[in-house]
């Protein structure tokens, strides 16, 4: 799934400048994101875990366990995230299979990254 392409025309976008915290460890989630432009970092107790490019996810470990946060993530360049909400998120989950299997191979991903880092 293109999640770049299906994204990019959202109406609910944000810019953020290199260097700020986007969401940290540890504080509740209520959204995850999809970034547009430029790159993250995510890290975990202060270890970099990955970078996340356009047409990436960050944050859907708090949507789908409706828990705080796992990692922080902060802006490495400028970029533009668009923001999936809780209700956008499951209407995607329910309606949108690629969607679905996108998120798990990432959650995956993460999870084994978060073991063999940490």
Known sequence: MDLLESFKGSNDLQDFKAGTVIFKEDSEGGHMYVVIRGEVSVTLKGKHLATAGAGEI?????????????????????????????????ALIR????????????????????????
């Open 58 to 90: 960050v944050g859907e470990m708090a949507l789908i366990s409706s828990d705080i946060r796992s990692a922080t993530v902060t802006a490495k360049t400028d970029c533009t995230l668009a923001v999936i909400d809780q209700s956008s998120f499951e």
């Open 95 to 118: 309606h949108v299979p690629e969607f679905s299997m996108h998120v798990m191979n990432v959650l995956v991903e993460r999870i084994h990254n978060a073991y063999i880092k940490v």
